[in-house]
């Protein structure tokens, strides 16, 4: 099975500007979620999406906004680009089922995006 | 609070028996994962608790006891490419946060 892909791996920006990242999900997998991973903070949890829905918000300004087809492809978009907006993006998927299974997360390699 | 606490580094030798301990504080615990991270890469899933007791999986062995707040991933018969960062995540309901991950343990693999 092909793992989790993200586009673009890597993207330089200017403050004020936005930017979407996509992420392709493992086959199969509906639940996917997004990580923002930083030297000082780590791993911060964004959002997950289920089926279309965001399920969980973690705690990030509005700008940060995401969305998720009906493919289980799922995009995540940053507007007005700030300097400490500069990160490594990850997304990953989970085969979460309805019975409560399945929440172990597979990590996309991850976008780097650099904002000047 | 939500908090995860692990040591930041450790260092142990090539064939050896190594413990990271990670202990969480949660209200709204859902399972414990482990995760691990070579440099540059992205994190891959190891195990997972979600009841007391051991998880064994060949050489890794992940540990749970929910009312102490404590886990620890075990990694016997270390070998070199075991140098990497291990991270602990915790699986949170309350609230408005999901997985909960703790900064890493950077552990270094001597010959």
């Known amino acids: 099975k092909a793992g989790v892909t993200q586009t673009p791996r890597y993207l330089i920006k200017t403050r004020g500007q936005q930017v979407t990242l996509s992420c392709s999900p493992i086959?199969?997998?509906?639940?996917v979620s997004w990580y923002q991973q930083t030297p000082g903070q780590g791993l911060q949890f964004l959002f997950e999406?289920?089926?279309?829905?965001?399920?969980n918000k973690g705690n990030f300004p509005g700008r940060f906004s995401g969305r998720q087809f009906s493919n289980s492809r799922s995009e995540m978009n940053v507007s007005t680009l700030e300097l400490g907006d500069s990160a490594l993006y990850l997304c990953a998927s989970s085969p979460r089922g309805l019975a409560g299974t399945g929440y172990e997360q597979y990590f996309g390699p991850g976008t780097r995006l650099t904002v000047t | 609070g939500q908090n995860i606490d692990q040591p930041t580094e450790m260092t142990a030798t090539e064939g050896a028996i190594v413990q990271i301990n990670c202990t969480y504080q949660t209200s709204g615990f859902n399972g414990l994962f482990w995760y691990q991270q070579h440099a540059g890469e992205a994190p891959t899933f190891l195990s997972y608790?979600?009841?007391?007791g051991l998880e064994e999986k060949g050489r890794f062995s992940s540990f749970l006891s929910r009312s102490k707040g404590y886990s620890y991933l075990l990694l016997k018969e270390l070998q070199m490419k075991d140098s990497a960062s291990y991270l602990c995540?915790?699986?949170?309901?309350?609230?408005?946060?999901?997985?909960?991950f703790g900064t890493g343990t950077r552990l270094k693999v001597l010959a």
């Open positions: 999406y289920f089926s279309e829905t965001q399920r």
């Open positions: 608790n979600v009841l007391d």
């Open positions: 086959s199969g997998h509906r639940s």
């Open positions: 995540a915790v699986r949170d309901n309350s609230g408005t946060y999901k997985y909960i």
